[in-house]
């Protein structure tokens, strides 16, 4: 089958296409045939070797963390799925990834694919999706009326989180550049924050929680709007920039005692919780999220479609920082 694999870290120019033997199948797994995955900043992030001291390759490896697809092959132990089902899931970083014409998922880390959307667009919601879950449900634990603060509203991320703590009948602010203004206020958000015009913290006080996605001085800026006993839920504290002034190792230690200062200084100073938040692989979650989806509450947002050959074009994409939803990678028929 053909797959994009790397064998050295560095820029998008290690992504190659090659011929690889299929991957052996466990008693608890599926093997899907790919239709559509998806890139995420942690892809290149993997892929550049900002995280090689926490996440460590072995290379030749095949990167992609979203697959939607259809059922080939059933594991001896699975029961709740069979050949043929459309299914999707974004499925631990510990196994080769699902940028590849068929990838191997453990079976509880996949979920039917929601009815009423194409390969293309379930691709684009497990990991984003699932990382607004684990913020907002699992670590806020949002509750109606609260005033919730959505950072970066119009990445990968944003656009599911904004829809999500709308449904949770929170009060929603955003953050995002002024083009992504209108689109924002479509997805529910109450009050979108241009952030090149104004200051987050001037206008969304005293939030009851807040996701924040951009690290370094915004989640000092964070820790400063939380109202008290809140909870700031971090999705990128910022490794890599540790990473590249001190080196994969030393860095890891640095930003780690930074982690530390910050989240014991938030609960002195008013009480607020900092939580670092990375995605779980679930199906269970899937399902739930599936379920909104073909309730109307939840839609993806697609950005741009890229074929599976051309994944570089799409990492150097994502990488301008700018994608307005998901940057979606096409393998098979949408
Ligand atoms: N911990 C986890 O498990 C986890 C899971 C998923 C993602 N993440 C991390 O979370 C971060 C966001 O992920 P993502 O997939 O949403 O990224 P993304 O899709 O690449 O985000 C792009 C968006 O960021 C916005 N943006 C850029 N600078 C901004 C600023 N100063 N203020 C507000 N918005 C800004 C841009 O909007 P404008 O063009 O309008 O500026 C753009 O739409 C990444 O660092 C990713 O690695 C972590």
Known sequence: MKAI???SYGDADVLAVEDV???AIGPKDLRIAVHASSVNPIDFKLRSGAQRAIVPLSMPWTLGMDVSGVVTEVGAKVTDFAVGDEVFSSPSHKRMGCYAE????????????????????AAALPLVGLTAWNALVDTCDVQPGQKVLIQAGAGGVGTVAIQLAKHLGADVYTTCSERNV???????ADRVIDYRAERFEDVAKDCDAILES???DHLERALATVKPRGTVASITPGLPTYTKKHGAFLGVLVFGLYLVRRVIGARLHNGARLRLVTRKASGANLAKLAALVDEGVIRPVIDRVFA???????????????????????????
Do not use: F, W
Not at 309 to 325: F, K, P
């Open 214 to 216: 951009m690290g370094g």
């Open 182 to 188: 209108e689109l924002l206020k479509m997805l529910g």
């Open 21 to 23: 033997a299929p991957t």
């Open 102 to 121: 068929e990838v191997v998922v453990r079976a509880d880390e996949c979920a039917k694919k929601p009815a009423s959307l194409t390969h293309n667009e």
């Open 5 to 7: 694999r790397i064998r």
């Open 308 to 334: 599976l050959d051309e994944v570089a074009d799409a990492h150097r994409y994502l990488e301008t920082g700018r994608a307005r939803g998901k940057v979606v990678l096409q393998v098979a028929a949408a």
